[in-house]
């Protein structure tokens, strides 16, 4: 089951979302409706007492809330109570709000938006291509950087044909080609950079994002020549891939005489109206 991980701003406040592939509809985090629709500064107690003076609401929480993975503030993901448009629906009616009629609508320009990305998936890039020019971004920096996200989209639809579980072995296969080609770790090359929440690729420079498109380029192709089975497998094949753009990086430091992984992030050289933090990961398990 493939999903997509997205954070939606509604009056520019945060609201995280996934969109199941299975069942075609977005979730939302129902926490994250309730602080936007009631400015609460103690979201579960409001959520607890809106139960308690609907008992209507009470008795189908179970089926309006299904817990879905979502990306808390400390950057880790964890099982979340998510709602999808009709069960938000039924949860607004229950929420007096002057907002309710315009995150309706809101809810509304979000799935129509995805419509239509799906019956035109260039609207995606177009998009990104948009978010990235706002954030200060190069040109060339941008185009590199929409081609490392389809690039890592091969990659996972081979990891998922070869049976590894999305989540914690997603993670761990990352983090072996990170390795693999930088010589750090996934969580050791975000520290090098001064990263916490902040995703790596967006803080990557140009040379340092063609070698991890190689390394997840070299080995989705020998996933496909090899056919491996689970992960285990899979982690063979990815520190066989990645070597080939470990070996490449250095080969090039040798030429320039000096290591081509930087410790510079985007805020280094980004205008200061520039917010890598606002963009959404495309797969989010970088960690």
């Known amino acids: 089951m493939t999903q997509k991980h997205q954070i939606q701003l509604?009056?520019?406040?945060?609201?995280?979302?996934?969109?199941?592939?299975?069942?075609?509809?977005w979730f939302f985090s129902v926490?994250?409706?309730?602080?936007?629709?009631?400015d609460s500064v103690d979201v579960k107690q409001y959520i607890k007492k809106m139960r308690k003076r609907d008992p209507e609401l009470d008795a189908r929480w179970g089926t309006i809330c299904t817990p879905t993975r979502m990306q808390a503030t400390d950057g880790k993901y964890y099982n979340t109570q998510?709602?999808?448009?009709?069960?938000?629906?039924?949860?607004?009616?229950?929420?007096?709000?002057?907002?309710?009629?315009p995150f309706k609508q809101w809810m509304a320009e979000v799935a129509a938006q995805r419509i239509d990305q799906m019956q035109d998936p260039e609207l995606n890039f177009e998009q990104a291509y948009a978010d990235y020019r706002r954030l200060g971004y190069s040109d060339k920096w941008i185009n590199q950087r929409l081609r490392s996200i389809e690039v890592r989209k091969e990659l996972t639809d081979e990891?998922?044909?070869?049976?590894?579980?999305?989540?914690?072995?997603?993670?761990?296969?990352?983090d072996i080609i990170t390795q693999g080609w930088s010589g750090k770790t996934t969580r050791q090359y975000k520290h090098y950079k001064g990263?916490?929440?902040?995703?790596?690729r967006d803080n990557m420079t140009n040379i340092e994002l063609a070698l991890n498109t190689l390394a997840e380029a070299s080995v989705t192709e020998i996933s496909k020549s090899k056919n491996p089975k689970?992960?285990?497998?899979?982690?063979?094949?990815?520190?066989?891939?990645?070597?080939?753009?470990?070996?490449?990086?250095k080969q090039l430091e040798q030429r320039v005489g000096h290591s081509v992984i930087s410790s510079a992030k985007a805020a280094d050289y980004l205008p200061p109206a520039g917010d890598v933090q606002a963009l959404p990961e495309e797969e989010n398990n970088e960690d």
């Open 31 to 38: 926490t994250d409706v309730v602080e936007v629709l009631t």
């Open 230 to 249: 689970g992960f285990r497998q899979s982690a063979a094949v990815a520190r066989e891939g990645s070597k080939i753009a470990g070996d490449a990086r």
């Open 10 to 25: 509604f009056e520019e406040k945060k609201v995280r979302t996934v969109w199941n592939d299975e069942l075609q509809e």
């Open 82 to 101: 998510a709602a999808t448009m009709e069960g938000v629906f039924r949860i607004i009616q229950s929420i007096p709000s002057k907002k309710a009629e």
């Open 195 to 200: 990263l916490k929440k902040e995703n790596l």
């Open 159 to 174: 990891w998922d044909r070869a049976g590894v579980k999305e989540g914690q072995q997603y993670a761990s296969l990352t």
